[in-house]
Every structure is written in C-alpha cells, then in structure tokens.
C-alpha cells in the first residue's frame, strides 16, 4: 500500500463521503433493528415449515431462510456503511471493505432468489384455485424449481478500485470494472436483461397473479364452485392459504414500488441522478428501499400467523417444542 503526501490530503478526491443524520437515523438506527427481528422471525418460520414432509407452505420456508440471510447481512453491509463513516475508525474502514464485495454479491442472488420463490408459491396458489391439472406435477417438481431459480439468480446479479494517491478512511471506493463499458454486459446484461428480469417482470407479473387469484376466487364463490367435492375444512384451509399468498405478494409489491421507480428513472436518465441537485433524492429513496425490504421481512411472521391458522399452528409447535428442550 502506497502512502500519500500530506498534499493529497488536500485533494477533493480523497474528500470523506458526507454522512446525513437522516441517513444515519433511517438505515442505521432504524434499520438495523428491523433486522434483528426479521432475523429471529424468519428463523423461526423457516424452522417450523421446512421440515415437514409435503409442507404446502415449502417455497414460503424457503423464502424465509433466504430473509434470514439478508437479514444477517443488513447490519454488516448496510448499516456499517453507514456507522463507519460516522465513527471514522480507520480499523472498521478497512475490515468493512474486506468483506463488503462478495457478501454484497451474495446479498443481490438472495434478493432475486427471495423475488422468485414468492412468485413459484404465487404460482403454486394460483395452480390450487384455478383447480389446474398441472397442480400435480409442478408440486413433485418443487425442489428442481426451487434450485432452477436459484442457479438463475446467481447467474443474472462489481469491484473495488484501491485510491494509490489516499489513505484513511477515503483510501477505498467503489467503481465500475472496464467490463460494464462494453455493449454487450454493461448495456445488454446489466441494465436490459439483468434490470427486466429481476425488476421489472417479478413486479408486473407478480401483481398479475396477485389480480387473477382474487378474481377467479370471486367468481367461483359467486358461483358456488370452489372445491364442490371437498370438506369445508379442506375449504378454509386452500382459503387461508391462498389469502396469506395474496398478502405476501401484496407486500413485497408495495415494498418495491419505489425501487421500480428507481430503477426506471436509471433507465430513462441516470446521469440526472448523479447531479448535485438530486442525488439526495436518489441517495433517500435508495436508503428507503433498504429499510423497506427489512420492513417486509420483520413483519412476515405476524402476518404469517394472522393469516394463516395452519402455519400459526406450526409456528406455536416449534416454539413450545422448543422451550421443552431449553427447560430439560
């Protein structure tokens, strides 16, 4: 590592990013909580589904696990990003951005991998209502679905560049690899494929489904047709369940609202968003986006119970089974 002048310190380059007390109290004080139940929630929940032989709730345990993982990584990625500037430990700098790449990489599959579950179990719900025959097939098929997207995900979510001319905490930031600058990645993949696929298209489809499921359950209530041939318990259970997939997608899709806006308006002029006069614009929206996915993951397991008396009940076996083997 190359040490720098005194002069350089002088720099605009080598400057410290700015931390805003709104920053600091959104990602940081509020977030990093929001995290820390969402982490304990979605343990819980993926604890009490996954097991289970059969379980009609398997994409949503996994969804869970895949939160668990985002939601461990919040402190570490985010909020640290966050409380490093503010403290300004050279030490917390430099352990921040050993680990800040590939776990943010990792962060970005399991997002995507997260978005695509809630569609596979949006689809498997509307496969149930819509008494389709492929409903058999699709569930022997669950697993291979479920490792399809998340090979996918890998696939379609990049570096650090070290400033030779500073040191401290402004000794690191992040760029663009030459790759993104060619056409067919940092046009193509990056912003076409990559954007549509994981942004654009969970999105619409998603609230497709979500308006499909609820149409074709009024109309088969209006014409007394659901399940003629099942129990009624049988009936409330597909209900529940159904209503508590309809919630799922209801919230991740207010969740992420503003990032499709976002997302558009990189699309349409991303330059604008880097000017002086709106990059704090883009800066809270991209904090709030954050905050709000934690949001979402925190409040899954008081939805989950609420909704659903099936999963409740799960929940509440494992807790008591739980408690039996902290007491022995």
């Not at 497709?208 to 007394?224: D, F, K, P, S």
């Not at 997302?263 to 002029?269: C, G, L, P, R, S």
């Not at 119970?305 to 409740?312: D, H, L, P, T």
């Amino acid at each position: 590592m190359e040490q720098a002048d005194y002069d350089d310190y002088s720099v605009p380059e080598c400057e410290i990013p700015e931390n805003s007390d709104r920053r600091w109290y959104l990602v940081a004080i509020v977030g990093t909580p929001l995290s820390v139940i969402s982490l304990f929630s979605n343990l819980l929940i993926a604890r009490a589904v996954l097991p289970r032989k059969q379980s009609p709730f398997f994409f949503l345990g996994l969804l869970a696990f895949s939160d668990s993982f985002l939601s461990f990584c919040y402190g570490p990625v985010i909020a640290m990003d966050i409380i490093k500037n503010r403290v300004q430990w050279l030490w917390l700098n430099w352990m921040w951005w050993s680990y800040v790449g590939p776990l943010l990489a990792l962060c970005h599959v399991s997002m995507t991998f997260s978005c695509f579950l809630i569609i596979l179990n949006t689809i498997e719900r509307y496969l149930i209502t819509k008494q389709s025959n492929l409903l058999h097939k699709f569930r022997n098929n669950r697993c291979i679905a479920a490792c399809a997207m998340f090979l996918f995900a890998l696939v379609v979510r990049g570096s650090i560049i070290h400033k030779k001319n500073c040191t401290g905490l402004a000794e690191y930031e992040p760029t663009l690899t030459p790759l993104v600058t060619t056409w067919f990645y940092g046009t193509v993949f990056r912003f076409y494929f990559r954007n549509i696929v994981t942004v654009f298209i969970p999105f619409f489809l998603l609230a497709y489904l979500n308006i499909r499921i609820v149409l074709t359950l009024r109309e088969q209530q209006r014409t007394a047709s659901f399940f003629k041939f099942q129990s009624n318990e049988h009936k409330c259970k597909v209900r529940s369940a159904t209503r508590l997939a309809v919630f799922v997608v209801c919230s991740y899709l207010m969740a992420n609202v503003l990032n499709v806006l976002i997302t558009a308006w990189e699309y349409i002029d991303f330059e604008s968003a880097q000017t002086e006069e709106a990059f704090w614009i883009y800066e809270t929206c991209t904090d709030v986006i954050s905050v709000l996915y934690v949001l979402t993951c925190a409040t899954r397991l008081l939805v989950y119970m609420s909704c659903n008396k099936e999963i409740c009940n799960m929940i509440l076996t494992t807790l008591k089974l739980n408690s039996r083997s902290f007491s022995s």
